[in-house]
């Protein structure tokens, strides 16, 4: 019997991620009492009238299924509670890591069209573009001068992306996190969702608000953290799910693409199937997506699955995710099919996140002194 007797809570995700959010590996008893740093449980206890999210991605490919269990399952939770919500695509910052951004004006165009399609309802949320927003990028200016180079440098996400880019650190690299506190300052977001590898901006973003406030009155205010908990979920490699490994399954493929790519997920020697996430990562990864996919826990799959093998497991995965995808999909290739859907969004999200970026902007020259 394929019993690996690994009877441990799964602290794995929940079936339904966005839903009943649990405290997940991702959220340490250190967090547990940090006025800002919530968890989406209690963010839906409160008031959706007293936040405001302001969250974002980097256009760097189109979304995955990564995403939709993650971040957009979030979004659609907060837009679904009530809480109005920014999403930037921050074009500007694609280049931190990279020379080149390829067709930017097309990866925008997926991005938004993954989101859309995903659930976002542009009635409710805006979907801006961060160089159609000028404001935002006029901010940076004097929060810079707030912070010391030696504070930027000190910065562990920037660490950690610098070595990943395997280049020099640009200044652009290293000024980041003062961008992202522009971004979030800008339209006033007072809950940022993001992964914990954000949290040192998001400190940084709360820092910045406390030496405006010191310097030049209380203007802004701090931004808690809102921490996903999202499952990790692998690529088709092994490593994490990435839009430029890849290794992605994308939203917008198609049910072959889909098949294609799990078929090719990389499994191990292991002849049952167990869900053992440490030491079975690639199998564990096929079975949180089909429990994701079909709203189960992996740790059931894998008790229906254990003697099927890996081919019947990649089956099982193949039409689960085909099946939970189908609506999005048809609904994205719906939207695709009108050319202006998107220009639209990004044209009323454009003024809608300039209208307060603007005032925000005019807000802290004021206060500086460097307007009448
Ligand atoms: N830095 C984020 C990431 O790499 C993307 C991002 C840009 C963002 N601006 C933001 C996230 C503002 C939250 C708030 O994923």
Do not use: F, L, M, Q
């Given at each position: 019997m394929p019993t690996t007797a690994r009877s441990a809570p799964s602290a794995g995700p929940s079936?339904?991620?966005?839903?009943?959010v649990r405290r997940g590996p991702d959220h340490t008893p250190r967090d547990h009492?940090?006025?800002?740093v919530l968890t989406l449980e209690e963010v839906l206890a409160r008031?959706?009238?007293?936040v405001r999210v302001l969250t974002g991605d980097r256009p760097t490919g189109p979304l995955h299924v990564g995403h939709l269990f993650g971040t957009l399952a979030m979004r659609v939770a907060l837009q679904r509670h009530g809480v109005e919500t920014f999403v930037v695509v921050a074009d500007y910052q694609v280049v931190t890591d990279r020379d080149d951004a390829g067709d930017l004006p097309a990866t925008v165009r997926e991005v938004v069209l993954d989101q859309l399609a995903a659930g976002l309802d542009p009635e409710t949320t805006t979907v801006f573009v961060?160089?159609?927003?000028p404001a935002v990028h006029q901010l940076m200016l004097p929060f810079l001068s707030l912070v010391s180079v030696a504070e930027l440098d000190r910065n562990p996400t920037v660490k950690a992306e610098l070595a990943a880019s395997g280049r020099g650190l640009s200044a652009l690299l290293l000024t980041y996190p003062v961008h992202q506190a522009a971004d979030i300052l800008s339209v006033r977001g007072t809950l940022v969702p993001v992964g914990r590898d954000q949290l040192p901006h998001l400190e940084l973003t709360r820092t910045i608000v406390r030496r405006f406030d010191r310097r030049y009155g209380p203007v802004l205010t701090e931004p808690s953290a809102l921490l996903s908990q999202a499952p990790l979920v692998l690529g088709t490699d092994g490593a994490k799910m990435s839009k430029?490994?890849?290794?992605a399954i994308e939203l917008r493929a198609d049910a072959d693409a889909t098949a294609a790519a799990v078929r090719g997920a990389r499994t191990d020697a292991g002849r049952t199937i167990t869900y053992d996430p440490a030491g079975r990562p690639e199998v564990s990864n096929l079975l949180l997506l089909g429990a994701l996919a079909s709203g189960r826990t992996p740790q059931a799959l894998a008790d229906e699955m254990a003697d099927g093998g890996a081919a019947a497991l990649k089956a099982y995965v193949t039409d689960a995710l085909v099946a939970h995808l189908a609506p999005l999909r048809a609904r994205r290739a719906e939207l695709a099919r009108d050319p202006f859907v998107v220009r639209d969004v990004l044209t009323r999200g454009a003024a809608r996140a300039a209208q307060e970026a603007d005032a925000t902007l005019a807000d802290v020259r004021r206060a500086m002194r460097q307007t009448s």
């Open positions: 079936p339904a991620p966005g839903a009943g009492d940090r006025p800002d008031d959706p009238g007293d961060h160089s159609d927003v430029s490994r890849g290794n």
